[in-house]
């Protein structure tokens, strides 16, 4: 089982990322997604989550309005759009799945947004 983050980078505020998740040695399209991100000092908190189909989507309020989670079952991908950063949306961004009982993360992707 593997989970594997790109799309982090260094952005002006106001900018935009997007994050994309690559899942393997797993029924992808059997399991809930999310999106976390850790900032430095800080406990590790939920961005968003999306359904197996894709059709329920939830996001914390910090974030709300601002990003975007999404999945293609297909290509086993889940990708989160981020529009309108802050530099407190500066944090490592990990992918995340409760696979068969266990917690499973990618390594993180770092996202820093700053002028």
């Known amino acids: 089982v593997q989970l594997v983050e790109s799309g982090g980078g260094l952005v002006q505020p106001g900018g935009s990322l997007r994050l994309s998740c690559a899942a393997s040695?797993?029924?992808?399209?059997?399991?809930?997604m999310s999106w976390y991100r850790q900032a430095p000092g800080k406990e590790r908190e939920l961005v968003a989550s999306?359904?197996?189909?894709?059709?329920?989507?939830n996001y914390s309020d910090s974030v709300k309005g601002r990003f975007t989670i999404s999945r293609d079952n297909a290509k086993k991908m889940v990708n989160l759009q981020m529009n309108s950063l802050k530099p407190e949306d500066t944090a490592v961004y990990y992918c995340?799945?409760?696979?068969?009982?266990?917690?499973?993360w990618g390594q993180g992707t770092q996202v820093t947004v700053s002028s």
């Open positions: 995340y799945a409760r696979v068969r009982g266990v917690h499973t």
């Open positions: 040695g797993f029924l992808f399209r059997y399991y809930v």
């Open positions: 999306i359904s197996s189909g894709g059709g329920s989507t």
